[in-house]
């Protein structure tokens, strides 16, 4: 399968201005998606960069989204309960996912309660189905990906340095050791899953993740183990969203805020 590196960056003054921009991409492309095939399948991202985002979806653009004809995804999860509050899924919900009509048979969490872990792995390993091979051309799991980076350059539960990224088989796996906050074991997508994507879309903001973007982009086209992020492909665009802050060790950086 043909995966493109070259990514798209888009630069914002405020984090705030990126989020209003990929809420108004991310409703073009679920429409463009539904048009096509009659559904948007979405990868949601945890953590906190995203709430916001999911916030202006379900007040601005709750009823010009085709939620109906969403499927929603998760691009990891804690293993913790769904109603604690290091869960994706809990942040998720209290910030979009109760608020718009979704429905619920088309909301795909991780079980992060299950025991062991790899209970849960294999459930959603069973839910998403075989990688799609050279075959089946133009098929990929999901429309859009959406993931954050951590400071270290992680994206979804592919840690620096973890056996995860050695996937290349798998569409799941557990994650024994975060490797940042919340310190509690894992459940992620691997690259593999996330490269069965018409886009893959991150959305980064603040002084703390400079460091990791720059080296994320001097690291391409190959990538690095040591910044997962930049392992990560779709079979369409990769896109960043970033706002003046994260973009601030790129090269001209301060010139393309918008
Ligand atoms: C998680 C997320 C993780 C997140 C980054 C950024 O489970 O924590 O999937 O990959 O996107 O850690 O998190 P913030 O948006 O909170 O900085």
Known sequence: MEHRVTPEIR?????SGATSALARHLCAGALEATRARGRFA??????????????????????????????????DERCVSPRSSQSNYA???ASLLRHVPVPRPSIHRFRGELRPP????????????PLP??????HALFDSVLLGIGPDGHTAS??????????RRRTVVAVPRSGQPPFVPRLSLTLPALAS?????FLVGGAEKAEAISSIFRSLPQGTMTRPASLV???????????RAAAALLPGAGASAR
């Open 133 to 138: 091979t050279q075959r089946d051309r133009g």
């Open 42 to 75: 979405w990868v949601l991202a945890g953590g906190h960069t995203p709430e916001a985002l999911y916030r202006r979806l379900s007040d601005r653009y709750a009823h010009r989204f085709p939620w109906a004809q969403t499927e929603v995804y998760f691009g």
């Open 91 to 93: 942040m998720a919900r």
């Open 233 to 243: 492909r779709s079979q369409g665009p990769t896109r960043w969203f970033l706002d």
């Open 158 to 167: 592919l840690f620096p340095g973890g056996a995860a990224l050695h996937e």
């Open 197 to 201: 994507s018409r886009e893959v879309v």
């Open 11 to 15: 630069v914002f003054a405020t984090l």
């Open 118 to 129: 790899s209970r849960a792995v294999a459930e959603y390993a069973r839910l998403l189905g």
